[in-house]
């Protein structure tokens, strides 16, 4: 992903390193808005429904609402699923 | 070959229907999710073509997404046609769900892979779901559940 550059995909990075601490991982990227990866092993536990939930509420939580309208989506994958992303570049 | 958005958006609903039938009636699930994963990726290109011809996301599921603009709907128009505010936010809510669940189980190089070879590599990465049975069947319903619930939901989206 490209290394991050504008204000608001740190601010993002922050809060969803605070709430996903290493080892868990967070890529971001501005892609016709902003879209990323959380990879952490604590969504082993969750179903989709609730990882999408635990990550909007952080979004909803920290972002004001014209810095919201610029989150795309970020999705949240175990390490083992995460090994998929790359996979689909091609 | 080129392809205008009208015949991408047809193509996703004859492949998610493929797919449903390699699943039920011929017992090919790896093929099933591959090609369930091809009709999402259809329907993103349906979107995206409306707004911008040029592809330059190839088979990158969240940047196709992204770029396909669906999430930025006209709140505005939906309420005038009638949507109340909650329909449009579990719309939205809905097509994150899936494209999440999309993206942890489908990758562009499956269409390579066995029904052994994807039955191993989803016991792999999805070794803390418990399932019964077989274990590959079992992945490919979940997935066309959600890749099903994804064109069902753009289907709607397209015509609005």
Known sequence: MARLKNPLLRKLERVLAQRFPEPATIQLEDHDGIIGVVTSDEFARMDTIDRQNLIGELVETHLKPEERRQVQIIVGVTPEEGTGYLAGED | ?????????????????????????????????????????????????????????KHHLLRLFAASGMLRIDRDKLLAKGWTDAQIDEHLHTLKVAVNEIFRLWANNYRFASEERLRSHLKQITSHQRIQGDYLKEQARQFLNSAQKFIDKGVVQWHV
């Open chain 2, 1 to 57: 070959m080129e392809f205008p958005p009208e015949h991408y958006f047809q193509t996703a609903t004859q492949r998610i229907r493929q797919a449903q039938y390699l699943y039920r009636e011929g017992s090919s699930y790896a093929l099933a999710i591959y090609v369930g994963g091809v009709a999402v990726e259809c329907l993103l290109r349906a979107f995206k073509g409306r707004r911008d011809p040029t592809f330059d996301e």
